[in-house]
């Protein structure tokens, strides 16, 4: 009888792993060229979903760091960059320390791997290389993880290197009271001392220049920081965006860099020269910035260097006064352009219009209640006939957002509104092709070129747009949809995953080239498996 | 759970108390069989001893003539040969008025049998961990048995049994999950009756296993995944059986109450965990399945039961 009893007792004493006690939680999932990524933080995984012809579903998991924090994947999206915060207080060898997860693959066809690099301290923001070479893992404007923490700190991550210099490099700005806010990677700029990259960090206060190419330098080239001022009061300005462009492919002293700033009328424009010969002791970098603030006598919403009958200039648009403003850098000399409506956003068009060599080709955007949708403005005929360089299309509602379509339809722009109406804009012809859809509704592209999807989120409602007819193909799904993700399949087609993030996940895998839900497939429970 | 942990322990203390009971002197209704064979004669008397003359008191009668045995009659004491007591001495195990066990029509060795109890066992296998929080699994268990051979003390039955249970508080990652299992088997036992209340026994029981398992998923288009499986399975096992009563007529079919404490262990074959949302059969729209790996249902286990035996 005793021993019965032990025997119940004995069965009593086992349980399962903990991670069936751990909820779904917040999934996100994140678009790649050829699989979608569901991380799963509770579970310390990361989800990687491609698709096989008739719609079958292929998984493969990895492993991430613990207690994700962001997610961010690359230009070309091939790789995925998780960061984590890891376990903290640690009380045992199995907590972790802070990490930085690379996931990435070299084709639809080839699986996934993943790399970790641990972190000393926890950060909260990540910034992409568009050029795939570097990765940089900052504080940012998050709350402090810990006790003590350096928000001046950041951890550089060169994906091309090989041993020993692919280790994390630590690098820490010198701080006049400002903490780094955004990273913007510039492309190769034409220098005085050679073709350079460089990393244009936004701070509260000022802006910091660093030399990338440089980065593994036994001796690290310290920054160059710009105090940023508007020379009437000694307050200190803050940035609110930067834009770099080189210039004169003939010249290698006229790159810039433009930053526009927070409720202020004026905007900077650095251009980066040679250091001057007469300077002691010879600075540690091999450029120096000349810095020029202009007054162009609005808050500025968007800025952009563009190509203009009369040189490089600096585009302001001042939604307030409902015009641009053009900054000559090297004189400071302004131009004003009067715009139809306040537009708050620029977009250059220039290669897609066909008109390289006249100018650049300016697509306005963004003017929130006005019936004048979408302008051109032609910088090509500014100088001297500003009246005749903007001309408003027949959109009559106002544009949130311009989507540019890759090749081979790069001519073409889906502009999204703030209602339930959005068109496919040819650029060449200047028609806009309205698409009525019941309710707002969210547009993802196809990285063909091919297509526009649009869905209702929280409900099945799903449409396939062919961006070359301009034929949708309306369709129904049995389950909520939360997102939608166009991606390629080893087999050459194409396939639509639209992500249901209710319960234990589910994914409905529609045929891409030729959508019908009858072929299509229905998964659910993703997240229960592989536990 | 506590529940029946607490059911068990009352459920072996009961038995223990219905095993000393069983073990009392019970009336005997019926007069006592000799088993000593027919044709006993008795033993000629020990011969006289002067030396106790002496003390022996004097007597007031005279001693009454003894007879003297008729030398045609040896003393010899016939015992049959086919009895496996043959033993001068009574039987250490054998109590005043219990008829020893006898022969193959001995009702309380020779029987048909039905069985209730319950039944706990111990699932070690991964694919167990999603449908429950611990280890175990617990059935109610129902058999019946007939004893088909008889050899003396040993004997053999077969029969059929089922075991049924559903373990269904449980959550996998937050939604409501659970297990059916059903096992059908046919017990064939191994008996050695050590007394007339006791036997011990050796069971291998062949069937086959039948589980369902579920996990209540919003993300299914029916809110449900479900999986259903076959399996062949056998239980092996040890056990004893002690009769609470009644110990007597043993020639003849009357009820008896036994209670059966039993341990082993259960071995079943693998079966797929694929699940599908519920109903998918009979949609037409191409579904996936979840795929949650592999279960096998093997494991100790452990079953008390009440039997009554005809």
């Known amino acids: 009888m005793w021993l019965f009893s032990a025997a119940i007792a004995l069965g009593a004493c086992t349980h399962r792993p903990t991670v069936w006690n751990e909820g779904v939680g917040n999934a996100q999932s994140y678009g790649l060229d050829s699989a979608v990524a569901v991380v799963d933080d509770a579970t310390h995984r990361a989800l990687l979903l491609t698709a096989g012809a008739?719609?079958?579903?292929?998984?493969?998991?990895?492993?991430?760091?613990?207690?994700?924090?962001?997610?961010?994947?690359?230009?070309?999206?091939?790789?995925?960059?998780?960061?984590?915060?890891?376990?903290?207080?640690?009380?045992?060898?199995?907590?972790?320390?802070?990490?930085?997860?690379?996931?990435?693959?070299?084709?639809?066809?080839?699986?996934?791997?993943?790399?970790?690099?641990?972190?000393?301290?926890?950060?909260?923001?990540?910034?992409?290389?568009?050029?795939?070479?570097?990765?940089?893992?900052?504080?940012?404007?998050?709350?402090?993880?810990?006790?003590?923490?350096?928000?001046?700190?950041?951890?550089?991550?060169?994906?091309?290197?090989?041993?020993?210099?692919?280790?994390?490099?630590?690098?820490?700005?010198?701080?006049?009271?400002?903490?780094?806010?955004?990273?913007?990677?510039?492309?190769?700029?034409?220098?005085?001392?050679?073709?350079?990259?460089?990393?244009?960090?936004?701070?509260?206060?000022?802006?910091?220049?660093?030399?990338?190419?440089?980065?593994?330098?036994?001796?690290?080239?310290?920054?160059?920081?710009?105090?940023?001022?508007?020379?009437?009061?000694?307050?200190?300005?803050?940035?609110?965006?930067?834009?770099?462009?080189?210039?004169?492919?003939?010249?290698?002293?006229?790159?810039?860099?433009?930053?526009?700033?927070?409720g202020d009328t004026n905007v900077v424009t650095l251009t980066l020269g040679a250091v001057p010969a007469d300077q002691t002791p010879p600075p540690p970098n091999d450029f120096s910035p000349v810095i020029n603030l202009t007054d162009v006598g609005g808050i500025v919403s968007d800025i952009a260097f563009v190509r203009t009958d009369g040189g490089i200039r600096l585009a302001a648009l001042v939604p307030g006064e409902a015009k641009g403003t053009l900054v000559d850098p090297d004189t400071s000399i302004t131009t004003d352009v009067a715009l139809p409506a306040s537009y708050e956003h620029l977009s250059l068009v220039t290669n897609e219009v066909g008109t390289p060599g006249n100018g650049d080709v300016a697509l306005l955007y963004g003017a929130s209640g006005s019936t004048q949708g979408v302008a051109f403005w032609s910088l090509g005929e500014t100088a001297g006939t500003p009246y005749r360089s903007v001309e408003a299309l027949g959109i009559t509602t106002s544009v949130s957002d311009v989507l540019s379509v890759p090749e081979p339809n790069r001519e073409l722009k889906v502009l999204e509104s703030q209602g339930s109406t959005f068109y496919v804009l040819n650029l060449v012809n200047l028609t806009a092709s309205p698409l009525e859809t019941l309710g707002a509704a969210s547009l993802v592209l196809s990285d063909d070129g091919k297509r526009v999807w649009a869905f209702a989120p929280?409900?099945?409602?799903?449409?396939?747009?062919?961006?070359?007819?301009?034929?949708?193909?309306?369709?129904?799904?049995?389950?909520?949809i939360t997102n939608v993700f166009d991606i390629a399949r080893a087999d050459g087609g194409r396939s639509l995953l639209a992500v249901h993030a209710n319960g234990g996940f589910g994914v409905t895998v529609v045929d891409g080239l030729a959508p019908d839900t009858a072929t299509s497939r229905v998964y659910s429970g993703l997240l229960l498996e592989g536990l | 759970m506590k529940n029946l942990v607490r059911a068990s322990i009352t459920l072996a203390l009961v038995s223990s108390s219905a095993i000393a009971f069983a073990q009392e002197k019970?009336?005997?209704?019926?007069?006592?069989?000799?088993?000593?064979?027919?044709?006993?004669?008795?033993?000629?008397?020990?011969?006289?001893?002067?030396?106790?003359?002496?003390?022996?008191?004097?007597?007031?009668?005279?001693?009454?003539?003894?007879?003297?045995?008729?030398?045609?009659?040896?003393?010899?004491?016939?015992?049959?040969?086919?009895?496996?007591?043959?033993?001068?001495?009574?039987?250490?195990?054998q109590e005043e008025g219990v008829p020893p066990l006898q022969s193959a029509h001995d009702t309380r060795e020779s029987f048909w049998k039905v069985s209730a109890g319950v039944r706990g066992g111990r699932i070690d296998d991964p694919g167990y961990d999603p449908f429950a929080d611990n280890s175990q699994l617990w059935q109610f268990?129902?058999?019946?048995?007939?004893?088909?051979?008889?050899?003396?003390?040993?004997?053999?039955?077969?029969?059929?049994?089922?075991?049924?249970?559903?373990?269904?508080?449980?959550?996998?990652?937050?939604?409501?999950?659970?297990?059916?299992?059903?096992?059908?088997?046919?017990?064939?036992?191994?008996?050695?009756?050590?007394?007339?209340?006791?036997?011990?026994?050796?069971?291998?029981?062949?069937?086959?296993?039948?589980?369902?398992?579920?996990?209540?998923?919003?993300?299914?288009?029916?809110?449900?995944?479900?999986?259903?499986?076959?399996?062949?399975?056998?239980?092996?096992?040890l056990g004893a059986s002690f009769l609470a009563g009644p110990q007597g007529k043993p020639d003849k079919h009357v009820p008896r109450f036994w209670f059966t404490p039993e341990i082993g262990y259960a071995w079943s074959g693998s079966t797929e965990l694929t699940l599908a949302p519920k109903g998918a059969a009979d949609d037409p729209q191409p579904t996936g399945t979840t795929n949650l790996g592999e279960l096998a249902l093997r494991g100790p286990f452990a079953r008390m039961s009440v039997d009554l035996s005809f």
């Open chain 2, 26 to 93: 019970q009336p005997d209704p019926t007069p006592p069989q000799s088993t000593w064979g027919t044709g006993q004669q008795a033993l000629p008397p020990m011969p006289a001893d002067d030396s106790a003359d002496a003390e022996k008191p004097a007597d007031t009668e005279p001693a009454p003539a003894t007879k003297e045995p008729k030398k045609s009659e040896p003393a010899i004491r016939y015992v049959p040969a086919s009895h496996p007591y043959e033993s001068t001495a009574p039987a250490p195990e």
């Open chain 2, 141 to 237: 268990s129902f058999a019946a048995t007939r004893t088909l051979l008889t050899a003396g003390r040993f004997s053999f039955a077969a029969g059929l049994g089922w075991d049924g249970g559903v373990h269904s508080d449980t959550t996998a990652r937050g939604f409501s999950s659970g297990i059916a299992v059903h096992r059908l088997n046919a017990p064939l036992e191994g008996r050695f009756h050590a007394a007339t209340w006791l036997y011990g026994f050796a069971r291998v029981a062949p069937g086959a296993v039948y589980r369902k398992a579920w996990i209540e998923d919003p993300s299914s288009p029916t809110a449900e995944l479900d999986s259903s499986a076959w399996a062949f399975a056998a239980d092996f096992s």
């Open chain 1, 54 to 262: 008739d719609q079958v579903l292929n998984r493969q998991l990895l492993t991430v760091g613990h207690n994700v924090v962001t997610v961010e994947t690359s230009a070309d999206k091939k790789t995925l960059f998780v960061l984590s915060a890891g376990d903290l207080p640690r009380r045992s060898d199995k907590d972790e320390f802070p990490s930085l997860t690379i996931i990435r693959h070299d084709g639809p066809a080839s699986a996934f791997t993943s790399k970790s690099y641990p972190l000393a301290t926890p950060l909260s923001s990540l910034a992409i290389d568009p050029q795939g070479q570097w990765v940089a893992a900052y504080a940012g404007a998050s709350e402090h993880a810990t006790f003590v923490e350096n928000p001046n700190e950041i951890v550089f991550f060169d994906l091309n290197a090989q041993a020993p210099q692919d280790q994390p490099i630590d690098r820490t700005l010198r701080s006049f009271g400002g903490t780094p806010q955004r990273l913007t990677f510039s492309p190769t700029l034409q220098l005085p001392s050679g073709p350079r990259r460089l990393l244009v960090v936004e701070t509260d206060l000022d802006v910091s220049i660093l030399d990338l190419d440089h980065l593994h330098d036994a001796t690290p080239r310290p920054e160059i920081t710009v105090r940023l001022s508007n020379g009437d009061t000694v307050q200190s300005l803050r940035p609110a965006g930067v834009v770099v462009d080189d210039g004169d492919p003939e010249s290698n002293a006229d790159a810039r860099i433009g930053v526009r700033l927070t």
């Open chain 1, 458 to 480: 929280g409900t099945g409602n799903l449409a396939s747009v062919s961006l070359d007819t301009v034929h949708p193909i309306p369709l129904v799904l049995s389950r909520s």
